[in-house]
């Protein structure tokens, strides 16, 4: 005759809620990482964002320009484009397996070849988890 045991039955009620917790946490680090992104464009901490840009990077911008990762770190450090302050009005995350998009709109306050614009723009930004590290892979704008 076989035994009820209760903690059998708690193993995959406990399981499904961790799975829960992690997906909540990668959404989480990808929207905060996202957040500092913006923070260390503005600031030109070029060292933190090339982590976070992946080699294939495509930065595609609202005016249908595309900078590849080389291109985004060079025209910052130049200061052909500047960011002065990016604001974000709202972000939201979905995840995928190993990958998290991220769909958001803000103002652009930045400076193209010294002349200020700012723009309003709705985003999608991939992440994709490579080697335990979160990598932008992809980032496209449109303006509002």
């Known amino acids: ?3 009820f045991n209760t903690f ?4 995959p009620i406990f399981l499904f809620i961790s799975g829960l917790c992690h997906a909540q946490s990668d959404k989480e680090d990808v929207l905060s990482l996202h957040q500092k992104k ?7 901490q070029l060292d933190s964002l090339s982590l976070l840009l992946d080699k294939d990077v495509l930065y ?4 249908g320009w595309i900078e590849t990762k080389e291109e985004v770190l060079g025209n910052i450090e130049s200061g052909k484009l500047s960011y ?3 604001t974000v009005d709202k972000a939201d995350a979905r995840e995928y397996d190993k990958t998290v998009i991220v769909q958001g709109s803000g103002l652009f306050e930045v400076a193209l070849e010294g002349k200020p614009l700012d723009i ?3 985003y999608t ?3 994709v988890n490579v080697d335990g590290e979160w990598k932008l892979v992809s980032r496209h704008a449109c303006k509002i």
């Open 1 to 3: 005759m076989r035994t």
């Open 8 to 11: 059998n039955v708690f193993i």
């Open 38 to 44: 913006f923070e260390w464009m503005s600031s030109k």
């Open 60 to 63: 595609i911008h609202s005016n």
């Open 84 to 86: 002065r302050k990016v």
């Open 120 to 122: 309003k723009l709705n």
């Open 125 to 127: 930004e991939v992440y």
